[in-house]
């Protein structure tokens, strides 16, 4: 399958801004849904954003407004704009692809889980 690779991470104050990248190693043009994944110690790994090669979003509650999701196919990347980050937010964060269907952001897709990238939110 394609490889996802994260990167874009850092440190930076809360109210600060950070733009992450998931290049992938072949074509994402045929994977009809991406998402971004984060886990932080000690937490389960949730979904944060997802978005459907027709453009349709989905976000979690506590990023609504702040992040934003985008694709660009011709250039095999994903990526999670970051605003307005908080404390909250400090994670390592996963690219992935989503299953789809009804309820396409409910599932990951099969196959491995890459590396991720630090995401840290501080003063």
């Known amino acids: 399958q394609v490889q996802l690779v994260e990167s874009g991470g850092g440190l930076v104050q809360p109210g600060g801004s950070l733009r992450l990248s998931c290049a992938a190693s072949g074509s994402i043009l045929s994977i009809y849904a991406m998402g971004w994944y984060r886990q932080a110690p000690g937490n389960e790994r949730e979904l944060v954003a997802a978005?459907?090669?027709?453009?349709?979003?989905h976000y979690t509650d506590s990023v609504k407004g702040r992040f934003t999701i985008s694709r660009d196919n011709a250039k095999n990347t994903v990526s999670l704009q970051m605003n307005s980050l908080k404390p909250e937010d400090t994670a390592v964060y996963y690219c992935?692809?989503?299953?789809?269907?009804?309820?396409?952001?409910?599932?990951?897709?099969?196959?491995?889980w890459g590396q991720g990238t630090q995401v840290s939110v501080s003063s």
């Open positions: 992935k692809t989503l299953r789809g269907g009804s309820n396409w952001y409910t599932y990951p897709g099969f196959g491995s």
């Open positions: 978005i459907t090669s027709g453009g349709t979003t």
